[in-house]
């Protein structure tokens, strides 16, 4: 999972990390939070990157949804 959202990242900038294109852009990788997610799986941590401009919405995980674990009625 956190390899997918690095690769988000990585299209959403459009340069690969590391990649000097990326150099005076004006928006670059700034680090990232942590996350946890409760799965029907087990418990994952989740590294969310941040972009400098705090433009990047990442699609893989629900903003503020902390289970993906299916609730029966």
Do not use: C, W
């Not at 990390?17 to 799986?41: A, M, P």
Request: charged share 25%.
């Amino acid at each position: 999972m956190n390899h997918l959202l690095e690769t988000e990242l990585t299209a959403f900038l459009a340069y690969e990390k590391y990649d000097r294109i990326g150099v005076n852009t004006g928006n670059s990788r700034n680090g990232g939070y942590t996350r946890k997610l409760h799965t029907e799986y087990g418990g994952l941590e989740l590294t969310i990157p941040l972009d400098r401009k705090r433009e990047f919405r990442q699609q893989t995980v629900a903003p503020y949804k902390r289970t993906s674990v299916p609730t029966i009625h």
